[in-house]
């Protein structure tokens, strides 16, 4: 009986996770694509607020720590505060439509609303934790990342195009984009509620415990570390690169969405359920590695590729390994971490994504600047072949498991 119970948990999550994966990848084409050509194409606003359009997903992360923290305290469920969050999101959103042409509103509505996006990424960790069972979990979240996937590549190709029919008026955008931000709370309010093991009392940094007392989960820290520094300086500058005039490309609306939202999106749809189900089966550090070498081939290719063919192989490799490393950043930690506290070992984790996505955001601009993008790429590359370097000795232990 048990069984046919749980099964009708994880059935109903993923029912309704495959319902969310719509708007949710509707609202990934913002950081992925418009909100930086807005900003740079229509807009033409200055380096800082540029990189303050990068780093707020990264400051939302960043902070996500003390987010679980509250939400441990206070006894509200995962659903609830994620919930909220993204009706913070969608306020923002809706305040850069409100305002067309307001360089200053919209830039704070854009960074509140990655801001207040990206604080519950631990919290759906502990989601995916309690309500997808476990042999099957990687198989299950892959899927729904084919239909982010799909909806973020459709959008990011038809959003491009009717972009490039109304000239500079973007507010119709971000009212889709409001919508969508408040249909994620509509269908994670209806799953079942999920908690994180409560405290009598708020200890904002105690999850930083865990890095002390496990040593592999601090390594991998600190791998991951280096492999985001040097994958996000990258993705810093993709958007950037081929719109700005000055690194000699200067492309339009419709030419930007099909080389940095459509064609990596498309790859990502071909892969993503291959990788769901390796995760499954393959041992961990070794596929951490591989999947870090399609990260490395494709930025490689695409700021040492001069046309626009290369321009696009290097999104697609790039694409496929952001599948691949979808499904490990999201799920890593169900892995390595005891069940009750997959929230806390999160947290700690989004916490330095947090802190290197700040750090890229406003490193990449200035790397560019005086060094020039390729030789940005050559650098990105370097710390995440650094990464896969000090993973070896992890890859060689487990090699027969």
């Known amino acids: 009986m048990t069984e046919v119970v749980e099964k009708k948990v994880w059935q109903k999550t993923f ?5 969310r994966a719509v708007p949710m990848g509707i609202v990934e084409t913002v950081g992925s694509t418009f909100a930086m050509f807005v900003a740079v194409g229509i807009l033409e606003v200055g380096t800082l607020s540029k990189s303050a359009i990068i780093g707020g997903p990264a400051l939302g992360l960043l ?47 854009i960074v509140l609303a990655a801001l207040t996006h990206t604080l519950a990424s631990p919290l759906q960790s502990q989601i995916y934790r309690q309500l997808y069972p476990d042999k099957i979990r990687g198989k299950l979240f892959s899927s729904v990342g ?28 971000f009212w889709v984009f409001a919508g969508c931000s408040l249909l994620k709370a509509v269908f994670t309010l209806c799953m079942d509620r999920v908690y994180l093991r409560k405290t009598g009392k708020l200890s904002l940094l105690s999850a ?66 291959v990788w769901g189900v390796i995760y499954d089966r393959v041992e961990f550090y070794r596929l951490r590695v591989i999947v870090n070498l399609f990260f490395i081939a494709g930025v490689l290719v695409y700021y040492l590729s001069p046309g626009y063919l290369g321009l696009c192989i290097g999104m697609a490799l790039h694409g496929m390994g952001k599948a691949g490393g979808n499904v490990l950043w999201s799920l890593w930690v169900t892995k390595f971490a005891p069940a009750d506290r997959v929230g806390e070992y999160m947290s700690v984790h989004t916490c330095f994504t947090g802190i290197r996505g700040v750090i890229s955001a406003f490193a990449a601009f200035q790397i560019a600047l005086i060094l020039g993008p390729t030789a ?26």
């Not at 029912?15 to 319902?19: A, F, N, Q, T």
């Open 15 to 19: 029912g309704l996770d495959l319902l």
């Open 376 to 401: 940005l790429g050559i650098i990105g590359g370097s710390l995440m072949l650094l990464s896969s370097c000090l993973l070896i000795p992890e890859v060689r232990a487990n090699w027969g498991k």
């Open 146 to 173: 084919f239909v982010r996937a799909g909806a973020a590549a459709l959008f990011g190709f038809y959003g491009g195009r009717w972009l490039v029919a109304q000239g500079v008026d973007y507010s119709g955008l």
């Open 208 to 273: 930083f415990e865990h890095l002390r007392d496990d040593a592999p989960f601090r390594k991998l820290i600190l791998t991951w570390m280096l492999l985001g520094l040097g994958n996000l300086i990258c993705m810093a500058l993709f958007v950037e690169y081929i719109t700005n005039p000055l690194y000699g490309f200067g492309f339009g609306a419709e030419k930007v969405s099909m080389v940095t939202t459509t064609v990596p999106m498309l790859a990502f749809i071909l892969s993503v359920i």
């Open 63 to 109: 902070i996500s720590l003390f987010s679980v923290a509250m939400v441990r305290r206070m006894g509200m469920s995962v659903n609830v505060a994620s919930a909220l969050g993204w009706g913070v999101s969608a306020a923002s959103f809706a305040a850069a439509a409100l305002f067309p042409h307001q360089a200053g509103i919209y830039v704070f509505g």
